[in-house]
C-alpha cells in the first residue's frame, strides 16, 4: 500500500461522487419540478408518503437530497412531520437504486455514456435535452470513477493489515458500524460507500460479513446531510432532520440481533458477493420501512417528546380566499376582508418585530421575520389575484368599492413590510459597525416608533372594525408625525454641527426617521381607503 494508491483511491471516489452529483443534477432538470410537485401533493397519508420519497430519490438518486427538501417543505409549512416522516422512510428505499445499479458492472458502457452525453449536450437545445445529457455524463463518470477505485484498491487483497481489520469486522460487527459511519459523514453520500462495497466485492477484496455492518453504518452516517441542513431552521424542521437519524438507528437496532440469519438469507438471493451487497441494503431499508410504517404517528411523538417545544408555525398563501366562493360575490368579498385582515397583523408583527430588533433585542427570531415578510408578498399577489376574478362577476357598487379599495391597502401594508425590512437592515449594518447613538437619539427614536406603532395598530383596529371614526384619527395622528418627523431632523442636524452625533450613525438614524415617517404615510392611506370602502 502506497501514496499513489491511495490518491488514485480517492481520485476515483471523487469522480464517483462527482458523477452522482451530476447525474442526479441531470434527472432533476430532465424531470422539472415534478420531483417537489410529488413531494408536495403524494403524501395524503404514510403509505402515499412513502412511496413518493421512493420515486423521487430512486429519481434523483440521493436520499439526502430528498431528506433535505422534506427539511425545506417542513420549515416552510408545505408539508407536515409525519408526512415528511413517511417520505424519508421511503427514500431510505428509493437511495438503494444506486447500489443495484453498481452490482450490474456497467464499467464497460461508463466512457461510451459519456461520449452520448457530450453528443447531446452539444446538439441539444431544449432543457430536458440538456438533462438527459447531464445525467448521461453523470452515469460514465459514475463507473468511471468506481473502475478507478477498484483498480486502485485491487492489492488490497493480499495486504495483511487490510485483512485483519475485515477479519476484526467480520468479529466485531460495531467496528464496521463505526467505520461506515465515519467514511458517510466525510463522503456525505451513503450511496458512494454502498457503491465502493459493490465494486470490492466484485473484485473479491471484501466478504458480505464485512460489508454489511459498514452498510448499515453509512445508514445512520447519511443522516448528517439532513442534520446539518437543519441547523437554523424552525423546530418541526429539526424534529424531520432528527427522524431521520431514529428511524435509521431504529433500523439498526431491529437487525442487529439477527444479523447472522439476515446476512443467511441474503446470500441465498445471490451466488454474487458483490450482488449480495446490493440486495442486503435493499432488503434492510424496505423490511425495517415496513415494520415502522405503520408507526409513524407514535415516531412522531416520540421525536416531539424529545425535541419538546412549540414551533409557532405561519401557514404560507391565503387561508381565506376560497375559488369556489368566487361566483358568489357577497361571500367573496367577505374572505378578501379577511385575508386582508391577516396580511394587516403579519404587517404589524413584523413592523414590531424590525423596531424591537433596532432597539437591540436579540431573542427576536429573525428567521419568522423574513418568513413573515415573504408570506405578505404572496398574500399581495394572491388577494390581487382574487379580486380580479370576483370583479369578472356581477358586482354591485358597494362590492366594487371595497374590491378597488382592498387593491390600494394591500400595496400600502406590503410597503410598509418592505419599510420594516428596510429598518432591519440598518439594524444589522448598526450593530455590524459598531456605530454608536446617543442617549438624546435613542430617546427621540423611542418616542417615534412608538407613535408609528401607534398608528399602524390604529389603523388596522379600524379595518377590522370597519371604524370610520378611528380611520379619521389617524389623519390627524400622522400630522402630529410629520411635525415630529421634521423636528427631529432639525435637531439631528444641531447636533451634528456641534460635533455630539457620530457621522456614520447620524446616516442610519435619518434613513430610519425617512422609513418611519413613510410608514405613518402608508397608515394615513388605509384610512382613506377604509373612509371609502364603508
Excluded: W
Amino acid at each position: 500500500m502506497n501514496i499513489a494508491m491511495v490518491l488514485n483511491a480517492l481520485g476515483g471516489v471523487g469522480l464517483f461522487i462527482y458523477g452522482m452529483g451530476k447525474m442526479s443534477d441531470g434527472l432533476q432538470k430532465a424531470a422539472g419540478d415534478k420531483m417537489r410537485h410529488i413531494l408536495e401533493v403524494l403524501t395524503v397519508n404514510p403509505l402515499a408518503s412513502a412511496a413518493a420519497g421512493f420515486i423521487v430519490t430512486a429519481v434523483i438518486q440521493s436520499s439526502a437530497a430528498t431528506t433535505v427538501m422534506c427539511v425545506s417543505f417542513v420549515n416552510a409549512g408545505l408539508m407536515r412531520l409525519d408526512q415528511a416522516i413517511g417520505v424519508i422512510m421511503g427514500a431510505n428505499i428509493g437511495t438503494t437504486i444506486t447500489a443495484q445499479l453498481v452490482a450490474f458492472k456497467l464499467e464497460k458502457v461508463a466512457l461510451p455514456a459519456i461520449a452520448i452525453g457530450m453528443l447531446l449536450s452539444l446538439l441539444g437545445k431544449k432543457r430536458g435535452i440538456k438533462g438527459i445529457a447531464e445525467c448521461l455524463i453523470g452515469f460514465g463518470m459514475l463507473f468511471l470513477g468506481l473502475t478507478i477505485v477498484g483498480n486502485a484498491l485491487d492489492p488490497l487483497k493480499t495486504y495483511p493489515p487490510f485483512l485483519n481489520l475485515i477479519t476484526t469486522g467480520e468479529k466485531h460487527p460495531f467496528i464496521g458500524i463505526l467505520v461506515g459511519i465515519v467514511i458517510t459523514v466525510i463522503l456525505q453520500s451513503s450511496s458512494a460507500v454502498t457503491g465502493i462495497l459493490v465494486t470490492m466485492a466484485a473484485r473479491g477484496i471484501i466478504s458480505l460479513q464485512a460489508a454489511v455492518p459498514i452498510l448499515l453504518g453509512s445508514n445512520i452516517g447519511t443522516t448528517s446531510t439532513a442534520l446539518i441542513a437543519s441547523i437554523g431552521t424552525s423546530l418541526t424542521a429539526r424534529r424531520t432532520a432528527l427522524s431521520h437519524l431514529l428511524f435509521n438507528i431504529a433500523g439498526l437496532i431491529i437487525l442487529l440481533p439477527l444479523l447472522g440469519p439476515f446476512e443467511n438469507l441474503v446470500v441465498m438471493s445471490s451466488p454474487q458477493v458483490s450482488r449480495q451487497i446490493a440486495n442486503a441494503h435493499t432488503m434492510f431499508n424496505v423490511v425495517t420501512t415496513l415494520i415502522l410504517l405503520p408507526f409513524v404517528r407514535q415516531f412522531e411523538s416520540l421525536v416531539c417528546k424529545i425535541l419538546k417545544g412549540e414551533d409557532l408555525e405561519i401557514e404560507h398563501g391565503p387561508i381565506y380566499l376560497d375559488p369556489r366562493l368566487i361566483s358568489t360575490p357577497f361571500m367573496a368579498v367577505m374572505q378578501t376582508e379577511k385575508e386582508v385582515a391577516r396580511m394587516a397583523d403579519l404587517c404589524y408583527e413584523n413592523l414590531k418585530t424590525a423596531i424591537d430588533i433596532f432597539k437591540g433585542d436579540e431573542t427576536k427570531d429573525k428567521k419568522r421575520f423574513y418568513d413573515i415578510e415573504e408570506i405578505i408578498d404572496e398574500l399581495e399577489e394572491a388577494i390581487n389575484y382574487y379580486v380580479a376574478k370576483i370583479s369578472q362577476q356581477s358586482v354591485n357598487e358597494s362590492q366594487a368599492q371595497i374590491l378597488t379599495s382592498v387593491i390600494s391597502i394591500c400595496a400600502d401594508l406590503e410597503r410598509i413590510g418592505d419599510h420594516a425590512v428596510s429598518l432591519v437592515e440598518l439594524a444589522e449594518y448598526r450593530y455590524e459597525n459598531n456605530l454608536p447613538f446617543s442617549d438624546e437619539a435613542v430617546r427621540e427614536l423611542d418616542e417615534m416608533t412608538s407613535k408609528v406603532l401607534e398608528s399602524v395598530e390604529t389603523v388596522i383596529d379600524a379595518l377590522k372594525s370597519k371604524d370610520k371614526t378611528k380611520a379619521s384619527s389617524i389623519i390627524t395622528l400622522d400630522d402630529a408625525l410629520d411635525q415630529m418627523e421634521r423636528d427631529l431632523r432639525a435637531k439631528h442636524i444641531r447636533r451634528l454641527n456641534q460635533g455630539i452625533c457620530y457621522p456614520a450613525s447620524g446616516v442610519i438614524y435619518l434613513d430610519v426617521l425617512t422609513h418611519l415617517e413613510r410608514i405613518g404615510d402608508h397608515a394615513v392611506n388605509i384610512a382613506e381607503e377604509i373612509l371609502e370602502m364603508y
